[in-house]
């Protein structure tokens, strides 16, 4: 017998996937990857989710959420929770995939690390009914952290797995998981998180600009997670890099069409600019620009195009803290 998990990579998931094997049930854990993951952020997140995958003896499989993802995001049917996070949706997006790689795989059913009343949007009783429902998989979803305090699934009423060994974890709480993790010698597991990006407000901001402004691909969507942002026009924003990895990053998320702005024999940011700049919203980004130089007197800021097909340098006066503010999102 096999099962598909959908694995974060954290506790619970993890928990979920160990009490299913101790049951004999062979395990594929499937890991889903977004501009929105917060692993993304630290350093080696990524792989360490494949090594927790690893310590845990199971097959690992990840998919990175594309452009139909970003669409859900925009219009999710079940809302959003307190920022941009539309995490119903998001679920039954995952659960849909998931149905799909189980049938692949030959897997009988899906476990999730779900908690009852864990999470105040997916994952009270109703919710994960509507996800089940949504995604295809009535019945289909073990869950086995809270499983003693849900209907029977097919898996417990078949006898693929033993409803009596499964556990009744409900709510915020971590206290039951960590005893669990003791107990079933679950090591090196992440702090939980609190979500993804998208429950960030700062974030959300920025997706709202977006939403509003622009079209958003993959691209915008990870140059979200870089740097300061700023609406220059409807046309138009910028991002300034806040340390030197984040003006390489910039760099690599630049794409043709974009404006590069960098001061001139000077320390200092560089800046992608995005969208159609008119010559108002050139002298307003080299502004910006020179304002993180910290000089009072006039700067020279170079703003090149990508790719590199020209170039020219524009003398401005930094900013002050008043427009700044005006442009900063
Ligand atoms: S927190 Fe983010 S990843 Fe988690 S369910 Fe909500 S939208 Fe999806």
């Given at each position: 017998m096999k099962a598909l998990a959908l694995f974060s990579g954290g506790l619970d998931s993890s928990l979920a996937i160990k009490v299913v094997l101790g049951q004999g049930i062979e395990v594929i854990a499937l890991n889903f990857r977004s501009?929105?993951?917060?692993?993304?952020?630290?350093?080696?997140c990524g792989s360490s989710i494949k090594k927790m995958a690893d310590s845990l003896g199971v097959e690992f499989k990840s998919i990175y959420l594309g452009q139909d993802y970003l669409e859900m995001i925009r219009n999710p049917k079940h809302g959003y929770g307190k920022n941009l996070n539309p995490c119903i949706d998001c679920r039954i997006f995952k659960f849909r995939q998931a149905k799909e790689i189980m049938e692949e795989v030959g897997a009988s059913f899906i476990i999730s690390g779900e908690v009852l009343?864990?999470?105040?949007?997916?994952?009270?009783r109703a919710a994960l009914k509507t996800i089940e429902k949504e995604s295809g998989l009535e019945d289909l979803v073990?869950?086995?952290?809270?499983a003693k305090l849900l209907k029977p699934t097919i898996a417990e009423e078949k006898s693929w797995?033993?409803?009596?060994?499964l556990l009744k974890i409900s709510g915020r709480g971590r206290k039951p998981q960590i005893s669990l993790a003791f107990s079933l010698g679950v090591k090196d597991y992440p702090c939980p998180a609190?979500?993804?990006?998208?429950?960030d407000s700062n974030f959300s901001n920025r997706l709202k600009d977006l939403f509003k402004f622009e079209q958003l691909n993959l691209n915008d969507a990870k140059l979200l997670r870089v740097g300061r942002h700023f609406r220059i026009s409807p046309q138009f924003k910028l991002v300034v890099g806040r340390n030197e990895k984040e003006n390489m990053q910039l760099l690599n998320l630049s794409q043709n069409g974009d404006l590069c702005f960098e001061c001139q024999s000077l320390p200092g940011p560089t800046a992608i600019g995005r969208g159609i700049a008119d010559e108002e919203a050139k002298i307003q980004s080299a502004r910006i620009v020179a304002?993180?130089?910290?000089?009072?007197e006039e700067v020279e800021v170079l703003m090149k195009s990508i790719p590199a097909n020209g170039e020219k340098k524009i003398s401005v006066q930094n900013i002050n803290e008043k427009e700044f503010l005006k442009f900063r999102i």
């Open positions: 501009p929105f993951c917060c692993c993304e952020h630290s350093k080696g009343g864990q999470r105040p949007m997916s994952q009270h073990l869950r086995p952290l809270s797995v033993r409803r009596e060994d609190g979500g993804c990006l998208l429950t304002r993180y130089t910290s000089l009072d």
